[in-house]
């Protein structure tokens, strides 16, 4: 049963198709991967599923209802969350801060909750505080709670995007490149987390990689983009051992990255 | 001593309209220069509902911030769905539109030639009417704004608006209505900006609408700049710094003629310096994006 | 009565459409939002006044000097304000903050000098001709020639000239232009000097035509930065027409209604425009992409 649905979705920017007139569907509790070079489109998928940009035609389904046209916020809200591949942690704000900003059952959307007496406050605040804190110590940043985010390294801010990214507890994970610039002991444990999220879970999981080794190991099925299309589909090692998509890619993303994390 | 006092009130009256604006500026990264109309209709619709109506002063003021939420929506609705210096520019177009309004609208607002006679507060029989008595009520009044503003700054609410200051697009992929929200922060802006109005019309006893310009937004802009955005004992610390200084200057015998320009130029001066080597301001925590 | 209401309209809007070009091109070419603009503008008024009001210079030579102080002025904010904050990575909003402090400084600095008053720089009755039903002042003449001579070159130098071409670079895409080998810092030195230039002239002949204050410099940026929205932004030749409809408008307001409500009119046309037609009149409408 699919829980996401592409319909001949399109989007062209000054004549360029980004998008092609793509159909997709992605099955809950499984893991998706997206691959293709660069400008593929894949990134610009992500937009339109996102909310971030309108389809110039076709449609998107989430769990049966039409999605695309929705204000970003809302699609969120939803239960479709997003890894962005430039990370995008919340500068100035601390590490704890940024996963309590995630969480959806804080109130803050009511400003007049401070005027509430000081007790109310922080009983709403707590369940939070330890969810916060195990997700801060499961990805390995345990200790810097306090630290602004912006003092964080490359790598750790992005286990913070992640740590945010779980706090949010959607439903489907869209993930972008989660393994670039993350060292090889990080990127088991996420690996590991993914299949979790998507065997324990149920979450449905997509992701956009680089990286074959970790499609390979953990996707469930793989579809892989060209110039705006969708050329081929099927699972990982099929799609892998395919000599046309080989040489498309060139050999270039054969090796594991290793990059400090 | 009287002075002392009448520089208490001052500080009392300022630092709502800063640490209100800071609301905007430091915790939404929202420009706006809007902020004296707010701070002008409070005083506006407090004097009118006074003097006109007869009203006492809490009534008066109680109707005052309803027509600042009011306006607030009026500015905020149309202005918040521009993109960032657009938005600036809208809030200018807004100050100046409501300055124009209060100065020609003669038959309501008395124009140019202000409004004078304006009641001090009365409790139960007894009027506020000296001064010691008056900064007694000025810094209470006050300090219950600024306990209220400082709540919500360290709410859900406050550590919302800094991540949609931070990065919008990230705040609404973790489904924060990022809209709804800057409207809320600037309704919440104007509503506590509107209260010092109140208190700077009693205290007065005059008000025109010179006190209320874009100018004005300027001087409460400078304030929280200098002392910098983004946390609470900046908007503070920089209200200390603007209200003293001419006092200082004052001990420096510049003659009172002057005096106004070389202020403006100090805090000119200031804010270059603030910007090139230390943005934040002098105890803020947040650097303009 | 039409007639004279439009030629006054025109001979003013001449004068908002000089400095709306002026700030155009600065905004259009480095994206800063120059509120020091007005300074600029403040100080030309002030130096013509003195050099030619106080001291007795000729006119013409008085007008000369100024032009060229007021140009150095300009190059002279850009070279010690702007561009170490760019070189810092400072954001558009603390370059702005920057350059209102500038403002301050310039306008109060020349308010201690010359004292808050409105000085007049010409006494007397202004020498009139009639065109027509419709009569103008000396003043009023220049401006609009003024006006039609500084559009004329910049239309025709856009088009033709290669200093035209590097300004559109500039425009869209000022880092192939330093990839080109050509020196941005010279570019920017034209760039602030002609629009200073453009700025100095618009405040001389306000001032030849009514008194001057150490504010008119606000009214002047603002009136140039509404113009330039109105008439579309990226545009150069547009803010000129930004300003010559300003003008009109003022001048049927004050018909209409009252002069006190001119400043309301312009910032309410403002407003509509950012909301319903922000890109201006010439503007093309842009692609919402990424919100």
Known sequence: MSILELQQVSKSFDGIKAVDGVSLSFEGGKITGLIGPNGAGKTTLFHLITGFLRPDAGAIYYKGKRIDGLPPWRIAAEGIGRLFQDVRVFRQLTVLENVLVAFRNQPDDKPWVAFLPFRRLKDIERENLEKARYWIQFVGLEGMENARAEDLSYGQQKLLAIARLLAVDAEILLLDEPTAGVNIKMIRVILDMIERLAKEERKTIIIIEHNMQVIRDIADWVYFMNEGKIISYGLPEEILENKEIRRIYIGMYDSVPVEGG | ?289 | MVAQLFANGLATGSIYALSALGFGLIYNTTRVFHIAYGAVYTVSAYLLFALWAQYKIPLGIALIIASILTMLLGILIDIHIYQPLLRQGSSFLIVMISSLAVYIITVNIIALIFGNETKVLRSGVATTFSLGQVILSDVQILQIVALAFAFLTLVLSLKWTNFGKIIRAMRDNPDLLSLMGIDLQKVRWLIFGLGSLLAGLAAMLQALDVGIDPNIGMSAVLIAAVAVIIGGVGILEAPAFGGLLLGVLQSVVIWQASGRWQEAVTFALLILFLLFKPEGIFGQRRRLEEK
């Open chain 2, 1 to 289: 001593m009287s002075y002392i006092l009448h520089l208490l009130i001052l500080l009392s009256i300022y630092s709502v309209l800063s640490l209100s604006l800071n609301l905007l500026v430091g915790y939404t990264g929202l420009f706006s220069f809007a902020h004296a109309a707010f701070y002008g209709i409070g005083a506006y619709i407090t004097t009118l509902l006074m003097i006109k109506a007869g009203w006492g002063f809490f009534p008066a003021l109680f109707i005052a911030i309803l027509g600042a939420i009011l306006l607030s929506l009026i500015v905020a609705i149309p202005s918040l769905r521009l993109k960032g210096d657009y938005f600036v520019l809208a809030t200018l177009g807004f100050q100046t539109i409501i300055f124009y309004i209060l100065y020609n609208w003669v038959g309501l607002t008395n124009g140019p030639y202000g409004i004078p006679g304006i009641p001090r507060p009365k409790f139960l029989g007894f009027g506020v009417d000296s001064t010691f008595a008056y900064s007694v009520f000025s810094i209470l009044l006050s300090g219950i704004c600024l306990l209220l503003l400082w709540r919500i700054c360290e709410s859900p609410f406050g550590r919302t608006l800094r991540a949609i200051r931070d990065d919008e697009i990230a705040a609404s992929a973790l489904g924060k209505n990022i809209y709804r929200f800057k409207v809320l922060a600037f309704v919440l802006s104007g509503a506590f900006a509107s209260v010092p109005g109140a208190l700077f019309a009693s205290y007065m006893r005059y008000i025109d609408p010179t006190s209320f310009t874009l100018m004005e937004t300027v001087f409460i802009l400078s304030a929280v700049l200098i002392g910098g955005a983004g946390n609470i004992k900046g908007p503070i610390i920089g209200t200390v710094f603007v209200i003293l200084l001419p006092e200082f200057l004052r001990f420096l015998h510049i003659p009172d003629t002057i005096a106004p320009n070389v202020r403006q130029i100090l805090y000119g001066l200031f804010i270059l310096i603030l910007m090139r080597l230390r943005p934040q301001g002098l105890g803020g925590e947040y650097k303009l994006q």
